[in-house]
């Protein structure tokens, strides 16, 4: 299992649990090439599309931005998952989101703050990794650590000069945009990097996270549209 299925599959629960009830009309957005949570929606009977610029091929995927994704109405539900903290726009986002929803509609977030990846998360993080297999692409925490060790910076310097060269927005900054467009029905802060750790469950992540050895760098939010 790839961490991307780890996460798709770890998320899952959280994600149906603040659905309408099928066959409510589902938009995700920044689905990826994998095609995010859209096969699990359309199995549970849900009406669903995904948007992403590398959204896989076929009529339940849009290949667009979601500034230029113009549905034919509005839907009953929006999953945004990890997909918010590196838009060019936040504010302009956010709008989008709360237009494309139908009043009361259901708003379902998943994010990273990623202001939270202080040096102690992240040396947890580097001590479970196994090197990248032969003709295995490196994964995104395998860069940093290779990154920071060539970088020759202290961990918070390094880390936002990386955020900041990326455009990525602090976890807080989300949360007050969603707060200030939606009617907030769940916040809740927890594991973000098990899916690419080698042998360390979400369990145990939230474990370390509850003893006080690393901060939370998960966010799930649930919200209705007024």
Do not use: N
């Not at 309408?20 to 995700?28: F, G, I, R, W």
């Not at 925490?141 to 990326?166: F, I, N, T, V």
């Not at 098990?194 to 939370?216: H, K, M, P, Y």
């Amino acid at each position: 299992m790839t961490p991307d299925d780890r996460w798709l599959a770890a998320v899952w629960p959280f994600v149906r649990g603040q659905l309408p009830q099928a066959p409510a009309t589902v938009l995700e957005v920044g689905c990826g090439s994998l095609g995010g949570f859209v096969p699990a929606l359309l199995d549970d009977g849900y009406q669903a599309v995904g948007v992403d610029p590398e959204a896989p091929e076929g009529s339940d995927y849009q290949r667009v931005e979601l500034e230029h994704y113009d549905p034919p109405w509005p839907v009953e539900c929006v999953v945004a998952s990890t997909s918010l903290h590196h838009v060019a726009d936040l504010d302009e986002v956010l709008d989008r989101l709360e237009a494309l929803l139908v009043p009361g509609g259901a708003l379902v977030v998943v994010e990273w703050a990623w202001e939270r990846f202080d040096e102690t998360t992240a040396r947890w993080c580097f001590d479970r990794l196994v090197p990248p297999a032969p003709g295995e692409e490196p994964g995104w925490l395998h860069r940093h650590q290779e990154r920071w060790a060539g970088s020759g910076q202290p961990w918070d310097s390094y880390c936002r000069a990386w955020a900041s060269q990326e455009g990525l927005h602090p976890g807080e900054k989300i949360v007050r945009g969603l707060d200030a467009r939606f009617s907030r029905q769940l916040h809740a802060e927890g594991p973000y990097y098990f899916a690419d750790l080698a042998g360390t469950s979400e369990a145990e992540e939230q474990a370390a996270i509850d003893a006080g050895l690393i901060r939370a760098g998960g966010i799930r939010y649930a919200a209705k549209r007024a």
